[in-house]
C-alpha cells in the first residue's frame, strides 16, 4: 500500500520567521504613531514578538489592529523610507565570544538583528556611536558561563526580554522621548553568567537617522 503524504502542518502552528516578527513589529510601531497603542501596551507586545516561536503566536497580537495589505517583509524598509530612515538590507550580524573575547564598537552600521553568543569569554556591544539604519533593532544574547555587556546612548529606548538561570539578565528599560528614536530590544538568557544593557552616561545620538 502507497504511503500517505503527511498533512500539511496549519498556518498557525508553522514556526515564525525573523521576517514575520519584523512584520508584526512593524504594524504595532504604526498603532503607537497613530494612538492605537499606549506606550506601556506597545512594549508587552513588541516583547511578546520577539519571544513568539509560531505564527499563531504572532497574530493575536495585531488581532485588534488595522493592517494594511501592503504590510510584509518587503514594507518595512519602505515605511522606514518614509519615516525618514534611509533603507538597508535586513541582515543580521554575529558576535561569538569562546574562551575569549568579542567587541563591537565606534562607529559601525547597526543591522536590524545582531546575535551575541558568549561561551566561557565576553562580548562588549557599544552602540554610543553607531549607526542606526532601521527604528526596531533586536540584540538576541546567549550566555553561558560568560558574559555580554551591551551600552546603549541615553537617548534611544531600550527594552528587555530574558532570564537569568543561576545567573543574570540585566536589562534598564527606558523610553525616550522622540517617538522616532531608536527601539532596541535585548532578548535571550544567561547560564551561569551574565548579561547587561544600560544607557552610558553622557553619551547620546546627535542625528538619530545617522
Known sequence: MPRRAAAPAAVAELRASDADRDRIADILREALAEGRLQPEEHAERIDAVYRAKTLGELEPLVRDLPAAPTRGAASADARDAESGWPRSLPESENLVAVFGGSTRKGRWRVRRRTNALAIFGGVEIDLTEAVFEQQEIVI??????????????????????????????????????????????????????????????????????A
Open 140 to 209: 538576541h544574547v546567549v550566555a553561558a558561563f560568560g558574559g555580554v555587556e551591551i551600552k546603549v546612548p541615553e537617548n534611544v529606548s531600550l527594552r528587555g526580554s530574558g532570564a537569568g538561570i543561576l545567573g543574570g539578565f540585566d536589562v534598564t528599560t527606558y523610553e525616550a522621548q522622540d517617538p522616532d528614536a531608536p527601539v532596541i530590544h535585548v532578548t535571550g538568557f544567561a547560564v551561569f553568567g551574565g548579561v547587561e544593557a544600560k544607557p552610558k552616561r553622557g553619551k547620546r545620538l546627535k542625528n538619530l537617522r
